[in-house]
Each structure stands twice: as structure tokens, then as C-alpha cells.
């Protein structure tokens, strides 16, 4: 073999012992895996869930509308709370239905039928319907605000803006007890005791119930108590406290109250009153107002404990039971403390003297 064939074996055998080092390399040291891609189905569960409690409640609730000369006046909301042998009972409040000729309610499975009026109260605003058992499946059950912490959570279920948005279901933590509010009503002002939420609370969820975590009423919800430039503060009855009037308004009762036999305004207003201005004030003519707190006496009526005490129109009362008094919605609130038959220390001026006197109440329903 000469050296040139020689030279040409030493080529080709490069050539093929690079070939194979190639092959070799790209097969065994370079070449990338492949990725394999298992795709399972996944389970979540969620704990943090108010189904359950809903359930509980959601087909007690109804929303309630309200007629005059059959045309549609306002909407809310109520609860059946219970059930006879003839009629269920339906909680909701006394302004959504107060002057209406007729009610309707309407079930979240979207029947409806006629609520029949039972009796209601201004001062607690509370109303009772009934209805037929036939569409009846759910009873709410009724629990006990005084057992719930502030933090816990709470929700409400009702029909915000009417029957479009029936059903609507809004969460939210309990954000105060014993919170004092002033309502008004047609013999004035008055004070309530409630609960607050920043559950969201809307025109037509009055009278609706504001629930626990296990789904048991512990409030009824009152749009009445929150102002338009007020966010993230709702405020609901305690349910306990309506519970002690409910009987008496399934029968038709009035409420009765303790009275005292007086007409009287708040008193930083009697300078209106006294200067003819009180007419002009009410129709807001009049915008300044004295810093004078308590309660001012218009009149006495006859034969009545303020007139056996010798109270006179122009007295102003400043305390009951040694409490402060700064208008006429504290007046009522504490006067209403006391049942008939309570005698209590009423304490006025007359002609910049302080005085003390006994009242013994009477059966009223101011």
C-alpha cells in the first residue's frame, strides 16, 4: 500500500469514528429529555362557607310588597319565624308595611300570596303578617344576639331594591352591640337599642333577618336607621327584644306603654314656640336653634300623673331617675324603661329653679 492510499484509509477512518461519536453523543450525553406533563383532576374543598346556614333559612324569608288603591307603594323584606295549624307568621318591619291597604309576599321559589296585617309597632318598628301553610317549607330559627361576640360573622338575606335582586344573600362581621340610634316616627323622635353590622344593608332588606354562623336569627335589619352618606354601617333590632312583643302583635295588641299625660317638644326649640317662629321652624324657616337640653312641656293634660305631680306647660324636665335628659327621643327612651304603674322622680326647672317631684305612671299608648 503506497503512502497516498494510505493517507485516504486514515480519512475515511476519521471520518467514520466521528460519524459515530456524533451518533453517540447526540443519542446518550446531549440529547434533551422529554417532559412528560400528567394533568389530574383536582378536588378543592371549602371550609370557609356560610351554605350550610343559608340553607337553614333562605326559603323562610320573603319578600314583601305593599299596595294603596292597588297600586305598588314600597318592598322589603320578612321571615317566617313560625307556624300554627292554620297560619304562619311572618316578622318584617312596622314602616314596610304601615298604610298599606294590601300585602303580598313572594317566596324565593316564586310564589306568592296575600299576607294578611296582624299588628305592629312604631317604637320597636315591628310588624307581624300571616299566611297560609301551603307554600310554608322552612321555618327560621330563632337564636340570641346577647351569645354573639363583636368579629363574628354574620349575614342577612333579603330582597335589596325589590324583586329583582330577591334572595340576595351579603355577609359581614357583627361590628357593635348595645349601639343607641334615634329614629323618627310620626309622634317624633325616638331612640332604639341595636345591633351593628357592615354586612351591606339596602332599600328593600327591611325587615329581614341578620343571621349567625349556624343560620339562626339574632337581628331584624332596618333600612329605617341607615343614612344615605353612611357606608359599611347597618343597624337590626335584636332579636330577643322583638320576641317579647310578638305574641301581643300576632293577636292584634297594642303595645302598651307607660304614661306621664304631656305634649312637649325638645327644649333648645322652645324659643321658636314661644315666639310664634315654632310654625316657621317645623317648615324650616328657621335655622339657629338654643343650646337648652331637655325637654320642654306644651301642655298638661287633665287628670293625668303630670298633672297630679303639678307640672305646668313651660316646665322643662332634665332628668328621669336622676338620668339626664337631652330631648324628647331620650325622654321616651327612658320613660319607656319603666312600666305602668312605676312611679319615677322627674326632675324640671320653673323660672331657673330646679325641682323634684314623684310621678306614679299610667296605662298610655304615647
Do not use: C
Request: glycine content about 10%.
Amino acid at each position: 500500500m503506497n503512502e497516498k492510499q494510505k493517507y485516504l484509509l486514515t480519512i475515511l477512518i476519521t471520518l467514520f469514528i466521528g460519524i459515530i461519536g456524533t451518533t453517540y453523543a447526540y443519542q446518550f450525553v446531549f440529547k434533551p429529555e422529554a417532559t412528560v406533563k400528567t394533568v389530574k383532576d383536582v378536588s378543592i374543598s371549602e371550609t370557609n362557607t356560610l351554605k350550610s346556614a343559608i340553607e337553614k333559612v333562605y326559603d323562610a324569608v320573603l319578600l314583601i310588597e305593599t299596595y294603596e288603591n292597588g297600586k305598588i307603594t314600597s318592598s322589603g323584606t320578612g321571615f317566617i319565624y313560625k307556624k300554627g295549624d292554620n297560619e304562619s307568621y311572618v316578622l318584617t318591619n312596622h314602616h314596610v308595611v304601615d298604610g298599606a291597604d294590601e300585602i303580598n309576599v313572594t317566596f324565593n321559589s316564586g310564589k306568592t300570596e296575600k299576607a294578611t296585617f296582624k299588628g305592629s309597632d312604631e317604637f320597636t318598628d315591628l310588624a307581624v303578617l300571616s299566611i297560609s301553610n301551603t307554600n310554608v317549607t322552612t321555618i327560621a330559627a330563632i337564636g340570641d344576639s346577647s351569645k354573639s361576640e363583636l368579629g363574628d360573622t354574620v349575614f342577612t338575606v333579603g330582597s335589596p331594591l325589590g324583586s329583582k335582586y330577591m334572595g340576595t344573600v351579603t355577609k359581614g362581621i357583627l361590628s357593635g352591640k348595645d349601639r343607641q340610634v334615634t329614629a323618627s316616627g310620626s309622634d317624633g323622635s325616638y331612640i332604639m337599642d341595636v345591633l351593628q353590622t357592615d354586612a351591606a344593608i339596602n332599600p328593600g332588606n327591611s325587615g329581614g333577618p341578620l343571621l349567625n354562623i349556624n343560620g339562626e336569627v339574632i337581628g331584624i335589619t332596618s333600612m329605617k336607621l341607615v343614612e344615605d352618606e353612611i357606608e359599611g354601617m347597618g343597624f337590626a333590632l335584636p332579636i330577643q327584644e322583638a320576641m317579647t312583643f310578638v305574641e301581643r302583635l300576632e293577636k292584634g295588641q297594642k303595645i302598651v306603654r307607660p304614661l306621664i299625660g304631656i305634649q312637649a317638644i325638645d327644649a333648645d326649640k322652645a324659643v321658636y314656640y314661644n315666639s310664634g317662629n315654632f310654625r316657621d321652624w317645623i317648615m324650616g324657616g328657621a335655622t339657629q336653634e338654643s343650646n337648652v337640653k331637655g325637654v320642654y312641656i306644651t301642655k298638661v293634660e287633665e287628670n293625668s300623673p303630670a298633672s297630679d305631680a303639678k307640672l305646668q306647660a313651660g316646665d322643662i324636665i332634665t332628668k328621669i331617675d336622676n338620668v339626664e335628659i337631652d330631648d324628647m327621643a331620650q325622654f321616651r327612651y327612658n320613660l319607656y324603661k319603666h312600666s305602668v304603674g312605676d312611679t319615677v322622680s322627674i326632675t324640671y326647672t320653673r323660672d331657673e329653679k330646679s325641682k323634684t317631684v314623684k310621678v306614679k305612671l299610667t296605662e298610655g299608648l304615647d
